[in-house]
């Protein structure tokens, strides 16, 4: 799997998590979606890893994700940053799998 991000991503997720420490991390969530086939790509940043979370080696950080919801997730993707919606994009070459993420900054208590 391969992992991209943008220059305005990353000016946005350091911009954001400035004086922090943690981890970034692609979240499949399902909360309130019903199943567990159901759920939402988030871009999380996390003070610790789960143990089942897979290290992907990007451009600019490592990327953390779920190890049993890898299949949701497409082999190439970028993650970037849009000016225009003021908010981060999960990118493939064949689809968008989320064109409107925020940056969810967890704290060790959630």
Known sequence: ?????????????NERTKNREG???L???????????NGVIALWFVPEIDVDDI??????RTVYLEKVK????????????STTNNCFQLKSP??????QM???????TD
């Open 1 to 13: 799997m391969e992992i991209a991000i943008t220059v305005a991503a990353v000016e946005k997720i």
């Open 23 to 25: 981890y970034l991390k």
């Open 27 to 37: 979240k499949y969530d399902t909360d309130d979606c019903g199943c567990a086939v």
């Open 55 to 60: 290290a992907i080696e990007t451009n600019e």
């Open 70 to 81: 890898v299949v949701f997730f497409d082999e190439e993707m970028k993650i970037d940053f």
């Open 94 to 99: 064949q689809q968008i799998l989320n064109g």
């Open 102 to 108: 925020g940056l969810i900054i967890k704290d060790k």
